[in-house]
């Protein structure tokens, strides 16, 4: 565990080190800002069109963020092969996968509280009151992270820095869209259709924001099935991904 805590330290710091970091959560506070101004012309629908960009932008600049590092963290430790010279080797493939995944997951999670916190006092400012089902939907956000992650993870024990970005953006765009594999074709197609369908991340397990939006309550079952499956598609993913590496080192 100390092993593990060290390694996930160590990428943390290194995350913060990085302006890009802090670039990315600039930009995603612009965009609050502009939905802020955007509101404003909105003929007495404000709360809602802030609550559904607001909501929507907390994703889609959370998943910038964590599809780049993702990518980013294990290809560093491999082009600089930091791997086989941290001080606190010797370590085992599955604790430095752990470890790395649990410090990017740690950045991540502070990214999307420091948006939240802001979204909720932009909201709180317009009069909506505290917004709590936006807390589930954020929630909902955490278990698709660890999925994105690891799936980052594996990637990037075959492809470089540019090629996963390209590959994770592509996965997460068939992640939400996978009922499209479950209804096509017949025969032969509609088996390699269902086939791609249950091999791909059900990233639609964790989107909930039109009913948050609209008042709509996802359900804490949905919110605890959707957990069970990132915990369980993220272990097996970062097990690929440890046993990839260890072929990779010997």
Request: glycine share 8%; aromatic share 14%; net charge positive.
């Amino acid at each position: 565990m100390k092993k593990i805590w060290q390694i996930a330290q160590y990428t943390l710091k290194e995350i913060f080190r990085d302006r890009i970091f802090f670039v990315i959560i600039g930009f995603s506070l612009l965009y609050l800002l502009a939905i802020i101004l955007l509101s404003s012309l909105s003929l007495g629908q404000d709360i809602k069109m802030i609550k559904d960009l607001g909501l929507a932008g907390i994703y889609l600049f959370t998943l910038i963020t964590t599809i780049f590092f993702g990518s980013l963290t294990l290809n560093r430790e491999f082009e600089s092969r930091t791997y086989d010279q941290l001080s606190i080797r010797p370590v085992s493939s599955h604790i430095f996968i752990l470890g790395k995944f649990i410090g990017l997951f740690m950045a991540m999670a502070l990214n999307i509280i420091v948006l939240y916190l802001i979204y909720l006092i932009v909201i709180l400012a317009k009069g909506g009151g505290f917004d709590a089902l936006s807390l589930i939907q954020t929630l909902f956000l955490f278990e698709e992270i660890t999925i994105v992650i690891s799936l980052n993870f594996l990637i990037s024990t075959r492809f470089p820095h540019l090629g996963t970005i390209t590959l994770g953006a592509i996965m997460v765009v068939l992640g939400h869209s996978t009922i499209l594999f479950k209804t096509v074709g017949i025969g032969f197609t509609k088996f390699i259709g269902l086939l791609v369908y249950y091999l791909l991340p059900n990233l639609e397990k964790f989107n909930y924001r039109n009913s948050i939006v609209y008042g709509q309550h996802p359900g804490f079952e949905n919110l605890l099935l959707a957990a069970f499956y990132a915990l369980a598609y993220s272990a097996i993913l970062l097990i690929l991904t440890t046993e990839i590496i260890k072929k990779r080192t010997r």
